[in-house]
């Protein structure tokens, strides 16, 4: 039995199989997780070692093979993503307009007053009909359409103007006051 255990003696074996690793991988980081792996798979197939071979031979053996296994599994992974890339569009278009439109709406739709953006979200948003959404604000079904309306209308002026603040006040005339954005 001590010679069984002196013949698999794994930690003598450390050195040469990080070299064999550095010297494949030309990495140390890499080298020792394949080190790692290459132990690993010989302590699971321990059972297939024959004692009158050599143990150096063999863990080496199972090192190389991990390297080998390791480069195809990266091949195989290269081919899959460059397959993938031929099939992918050559030409996107570039998404920084439609941020900014997005953004644009957010915006305006966070300066619409309360009641209009609480009725356009229960029904633009959440999908109610306009008598759930009428019946979740408690109020008659023809002000929820006209608060519809009036939301619309101010994110359909945005479409039309650019700009949030003017399309908020657009239509509206200021009574009893100076209009400023008219100057």
Same mark, same amino acid.
């Given at each position: 039995?001590?010679d069984?255990?002196? %013949?698999?003696?794994?930690?003598? *074996?450390?050195?040469?199989?990080r070299?064999?690793g550095?010297a494949l991988?030309? =990495?140390?980081?890499?080298?020792?997780?394949?080190? =790692?792996e #290459?132990?690993?798979?010989a302590? +699971?197939k321990?059972a297939?070692f024959r004692s009158?071979? =050599?143990l150096?031979?063999?863990l080496l053996s199972?090192?190389h =093979?991990?390297?080998i296994?390791?480069?195809r599994?990266e091949?195989?992974e290269h081919n899959k993503?460059?397959? /993938?890339? &031929?099939?992918? &569009?050559?030409? /996107? #278009?570039?998404?920084? +307009?439609?941020?900014?439109?997005?953004a644009q709406v957010?915006?305006?739709f966070?300066?619409?007053? +309360?009641? *209009?953006?609480? /009725?356009?979200?229960l029904?633009a !948003?959440?999908?109610?009909?306009?008598? +759930?959404?009428a /019946?979740?604000?408690a !109020?008659p !079904?023809?002000?929820?359409?006209? %608060?519809?309306?009036r939301? %619309?209308?101010?994110l %359909?002026?945005l479409?039309?103007?650019?700009?949030?603040q003017?399309?908020?006040?657009?239509?509206l005339r !200021?009574?009893g006051g100076?209009?400023?954005t008219?100057?």
């Amino acid at each position: 039995m001590t010679d069984n255990k002196a %013949r698999f003696d794994v930690m003598g *074996q450390l050195p040469a199989l990080r070299r064999y690793g550095l010297a494949l991988t030309r =990495n140390a980081a890499d080298a020792e997780d394949l080190v =790692n792996e #290459a132990l690993l798979r010989a302590y +699971e197939k321990r059972a297939g070692f024959r004692s009158d071979k =050599n143990l150096r031979v063999w863990l080496l053996s199972i090192l190389h =093979n991990c390297f080998i296994d390791g480069k195809r599994r990266e091949r195989a992974e290269h081919n899959k993503l460059a397959g /993938a890339a &031929e099939l992918a &569009e050559s030409h /996107a #278009a570039p998404a920084q +307009e439609h941020a900014v439109h997005l953004a644009q709406v957010r915006q305006a739709f966070l300066t619409l007053p +309360e009641e *209009q953006r609480a /009725a356009l979200h229960l029904v633009a !948003i959440e999908g109610l009909s306009y008598q +759930e959404a009428a /019946a979740t604000l408690a !109020i008659p !079904i023809g002000t929820l359409m006209s %608060r519809l309306g009036r939301a %619309r209308a101010a994110l %359909r002026a945005l479409e039309d103007t650019g700009d949030a603040q003017t399309a908020r006040l657009g239509h509206l005339r !200021i009574v009893g006051g100076t209009d400023d954005t008219a100057g």
